[in-house]
């Protein structure tokens, strides 16, 4: 398996661009997430689904869109880019069932800067 | 807000057993306790997590206080490879809150050769 795989490793962006971040997992997980890591700091999470056709805000989710269309598949879309969107944002998932402490399992990252 | 506290960093000799302290004083008796750690440069690993006994695995174990305010979690025999931010995090069992990992800023973990 190839785990979590995301795209694109590194991108600059100039502001009022978008673009989408892609997320793809192999493990049939039903669950997954996105979170963004700004220097220094932990991870903070943007939106996560429970299953496909199903999203849900997270902590910090202005300024990002995502959609959720087959279970594998899980992509982040950045509407206006903005300097404040500079970061690096993780996709996450993992395979919940019931109320089990379910483990995530995390790609390696896009590295963002806005401009 | 995260609902741990831990050292903002530690030091080790390589080969040398670590343990990393988290003190976790509101936890609430459904809440897990995970510990994830972050390489240089890669997105965060799984270690461990235990609900109320001590836990091995491969990688680690987890020593929970018997009050379960607080944890330790312990590297037997550290490696240059450990050298990591170390994250102690609470997840409850169910609910809303149950999705997602409430990361602080963690232990960084310095292995010395």
């Known amino acids: 398996n190839a785990g979590v795989t995301q795209t694109p490793k590194f991108r600059i962006l100039k502001i009022g661009q978008s673009m989408t971040l892609q997320c793809t997992q192999d493990?049939?997980?039903?669950?997954m997430y996105w979170y963004r890591q700004d220097p220094g700091m932990g991870l903070k999470l943007i939106y996560y689904?429970?299953?496909?056709?199903?999203?849900d805000k997270g902590e910090v989710p202005n300024g990002y869109n995502v959609s959720r269309s087959t279970t594998e598949d899980f992509p982040l879309r950045l509407e206006l880019a903005a300097p404040s969107q500079t970061s690096v944002y993780f996709c996450?998932?993992?395979?919940?069932?019931?109320?089990?402490?379910?483990?995530?399992?995390f790609g390696p990252g896009t590295r963002l800067t806005v401009l | 807000d995260a609902k741990t506290t831990q050292p903002n960093s530690m030091e080790s000799n390589e080969e040398e057993p670590v343990h990393l302290p988290c003190n976790h004083s509101?936890?609430?008796?459904?809440?897990?306790i995970h510990w994830y750690r972050q390489l240089p440069s890669q997105g965060p690993e799984y270690v461990i997590h235990g609900l109320t006994s001590n836990v091995n695995n491969r990688m680690a174990s987890l020593a929970i206080a018997e009050d379960r305010k607080s944890s330790t979690l312990i590297l037997h025999r550290a490696t240059l490879r450990d050298a990591a931010v170390y994250y102690c995090i609470l997840r409850e069992s169910s609910g809303a809150g149950s999705y997602q990992l409430t990361f602080g800023k963690g232990t960084k973990l310095s292995v010395i050769p």
């Open positions: 689904s429970v299953g496909a056709g199903i999203t």
């Open positions: 996450a998932s993992s395979y919940r069932d019931g109320d089990h402490a379910d483990t995530q399992y």
């Open positions: 493990m049939n997980h039903n669950y």
């Open positions: 509101t936890i609430s008796g459904t809440d897990y």
